[in-house]
């Protein structure tokens, strides 16, 4: 019998496999351009700036990568943080709900 795997599961392994198959050398870190590429084409609403220069200039930055230096995966990972927290702010907002668990708040 197959494993089931449940939608976060799913979603993070879609998360890795974006992120490694966004280089066309298969590298560990990508360049600037194949991250603003990834972003445009799988963030395309929540990362509306990384379209122009100066938009990805500040990502890039937000995210502390040094000019030259490649994105590293876990550079993409405090990306990814940054919006799940926007998100549930913008639906802890809209539902009134806090939780009580969590440091997201």
Not at 44 to 68: C, F, S
Not at 72 to 93: P, Y
Request: glycine share 4%; aromatic share 6%; net charge negative.
């Amino acid at each position: 019998m197959a494993e089931q795997y449940t939608d976060l599961e799913l979603a993070l392994n879609t998360l890795v496999k974006n992120f490694h198959s966004a280089s066309p050398t298969d590298a560990d870190t990508l360049t600037a351009q194949e991250f603003q590429s990834m972003i445009s084409k799988e963030l395309p609403t929540m990362v509306k700036t990384a379209g122009d220069q100066e938009g990805l200039n500040k990502l890039l930055a937000d995210l502390n990568v040094e000019d030259g230096k490649g994105v590293t995966f876990k550079d993409f990972w405090r990306l990814v943080d940054s919006l799940a927290t926007a998100q549930f702010r913008l639906q802890s907002k809209e539902k009134q709900v806090k939780c009580v668990k969590c440091s997201l708040m």
